[in-house]
């Protein structure tokens, strides 16, 4: 099915989805390595008997998770909408989950329709590794100062340029994004770093992080951010924190009601 316009006659469905990152080479169809939408495609198509295509709404990297991915696809089948939850979900491995499934208009689009996306990076801060978590968050054995991070990145906050936290691979045309929300806060060992913005760099949250980071640990003044962020210059910024500690949480669509 064409992924821009629906064709006469199809129906068109968003779903939305929780996985795991580890496994996969990202969301985006891979040649040669496992990709979510490639799963993905595989269990949609076996309920529909045909052929399909999702499209995402973000393209995670290569190990981050999400809990609030959106994807949609446009099909002939007609199936309940609950059939086609149990359906699609008795065909995907179990690192990859479909929470809901719903009819939306036909000029919806997961990717092109979203107006803001948000993140959230877990960081594990204790002298030890864990077994458990190390999927999910970036061990860092320094102690770190969650104040200081919070205060400095509050700078991010509102339109600016982003060069400095863009990855040299980064796609797209403008390095000009808006920040709606962002903060660092402490739970025991665990630091969490949530970002709301109406779109994302390459690498724009995990660079961000690594310089947050640097400025938790005592490393850099609660300025330095401020002074990356007017570089424009990827060179001078922090390390790229590691995809384990990466969730797409929620992929906001104002003009549309979907489930949560």
């Known amino acids: ?57 973000g ?18 089948a007609n199936r309940a909408e609950r059939s086609w939850l149990l359906g699609i979900n008795s065909n995907l491995p179990a690192d990859i989950n479909v929470l809901w499934v719903a009819a939306v208009p036909s000029h919806f689009h997961a990717r092109f329709a979203a107006r803001s996306r948000s993140y959230r990076y877990m960081i ?21 100062d969650a104040e200081r991070m ?11 340029d982003f060069s400095s936290f863009r ?3 980064c796609q797209a045309h403008s390095p000009v994004r808006t920040v709606t929300e962002i903060g660092v806060s402490r739970d025991g060992d665990w630091l969490s770093v949530v970002c709301s913005a109406n779109a994302f760099l390459h690498h724009m949250v995990r660079n961000l992080v690594g310089s947050l980071v640097r400025i938790g640990s ?11 962020l007017a570089a424009r210059d990827r060179k001078v910024s922090g390390i790229t924190a590691p995809a384990a500690g990466l969730t797409l949480t929620c992929v906001g669509y104002p003009d549309f009601a979907l489930p949560r």
């Not at 629906?6 to 040669?32: C, F, K």
């Not at 198509?45 to 999702?54: G, L, Y």
């Open 167 to 169: 990855a040299s691979a």
């Open 59 to 76: 393209r995670t990297d290569t190990g981050v998770h999400a809990t609030g991915q959106v994807a949609h696809f446009d099909t002939l």
């Open 1 to 57: 099915m064409n992924d821009e316009v629906a064709v006469a006659g199809t129906l068109r469905l968003a779903l939305g989805l929780e996985y795991d990152g580890t496994a996969y080479n990202g969301w985006q169809i891979q040649p040669h390595a496992p990709s979510i939408q490639e799963s993905l495609n595989r269990a949609v198509s076996a309920v529909a008997d045909s052929p399909i295509a999702c499209v995402g709404a």
């Open 124 to 144: 594990l801060n204790r002298p030890v590794r864990s077994a458990l978590y190390r999927h999910r968050a970036w061990w860092v054995r320094k102690p770190l």
């Open 218 to 228: 005592g490393e850099a003044d609660v300025e330095w951010i401020g002074e990356l």
């Open 150 to 160: 919070n205060s400095a990145a509050q700078v991010l906050m509102g339109e600016h």
